[in-house]
């Protein structure tokens, strides 16, 4: 009985971990201030983050620390993160404030542009190699249509929250909270690239 109960158990955990380590469906990182940990932890069977990023950086040219603060910002690296709900009626739970979704938190209709413009018909939000892929090329397309360096974690993430259109228009010249949420950004991008030179030492 005893034998057969760890032979059970022991394939349990055996399955919880080819679960956690398929590509999109893994949890978030733990420590998810420090670069460093985060690809540590994410270096598996299946994904391996950090040279995702570093592939995304080769082809779009935005560097890693930009490509993975805007992650950081957006979700947290929740494979699974959406916005919250609105309530009816103040208390019965509702529609969602938008149709973000994913790693990226990238709206439906701007995910099909992706897809399409990639020929990566079947990205999903939910994969980090697609995730990853598809904020440098959001990013890229900001560069160039605004002459933003691509080292402009600031702008580049202003552009990413507001749309093209919107940050286009200056909406965001107006949002002071936004501004400093901007700026987050921009200081974790910088700490990012700061840890990423001591990688080799810390994992």
Same mark, same amino acid.
């Given at each position: 009985?005893?034998?057969?109960?760890?032979?059970?158990?022991?394939?349990?955990?055996?399955?919880?971990?080819?679960?956690?380590?398929?590509?999109?469906?893994?949890?978030?990182?733990?420590?998810?201030?420090?670069?460093? *940990?985060?690809?540590?932890?994410?270096?598996?069977?299946?994904?391996?983050?950090?040279?995702?990023?570093?592939?995304?950086?080769?082809?779009?040219?935005?560097?890693?620390?930009v490509l993975?603060?805007?992650?950081?910002?957006?979700?947290?690296?929740?494979?699974?993160?959406?916005?919250?709900?609105?309530?009816?009626?103040?208390?019965?739970?509702?529609?969602?404030?938008?149709? *973000?979704?994913?790693?990226?938190?990238?709206?439906?209709?701007?995910?099909?542009?992706?897809?399409?413009?990639?020929?990566? *018909?079947?990205?999903?939000?939910?994969?980090?190699?697609?995730?990853?892929?598809?904020?440098g090329w959001?990013?890229?397309?900001? *560069?160039?249509?605004?002459?933003?360096?691509?080292?402009?974690?600031?702008?580049?993430?202003?552009?990413?929250?507001?749309?093209?259109?919107?940050?286009?228009?200056?909406?965001?010249?107006?949002?002071?909270?936004?501004?400093?949420?901007?700026?987050?950004?921009?200081?974790?991008?910088?700490?990012?690239?700061?840890?990423?030179?001591?990688?080799?030492?810390?994992?």
């Amino acid at each position: 009985m005893r034998t057969s109960h760890f032979v059970k158990i022991a394939g349990l955990t055996l399955v919880a971990a080819l679960a956690a380590a398929l590509p999109g469906r893994s949890a978030a990182p733990l420590e998810i201030d420090n670069v460093c *940990a985060v690809f540590s932890q994410k270096a598996g069977w299946f994904e391996d983050w950090q040279q995702a990023a570093e592939e995304t950086q080769r082809e779009r040219g935005v560097p890693v620390p930009v490509l993975m603060a805007t992650l950081r910002k957006e979700s947290a690296f929740q494979h699974d993160a959406k916005p919250p709900r609105t309530f009816l009626l103040g208390f019965i739970p509702w529609k969602r404030v938008s149709s *973000a979704y994913g790693y990226s938190q990238a709206l439906d209709g701007t995910w099909a542009q992706y897809q399409k413009e990639t020929g990566n *018909a079947s990205a999903k939000r939910t994969n980090f190699k697609d995730a990853v892929d598809f904020v440098g090329w959001y990013h890229d397309k900001t *560069a160039r249509q605004f002459g933003i360096a691509k080292d402009d974690a600031y702008n580049l993430y202003l552009a990413y929250y507001f749309g093209w259109t919107g940050y286009g228009r200056g909406d965001w010249k107006e949002r002071p909270g936004l501004q400093a949420y901007a700026r987050q950004t921009e200081e974790m991008a910088r700490d990012y690239a700061a840890q990423l030179k001591t990688c080799g030492q810390q994992v």
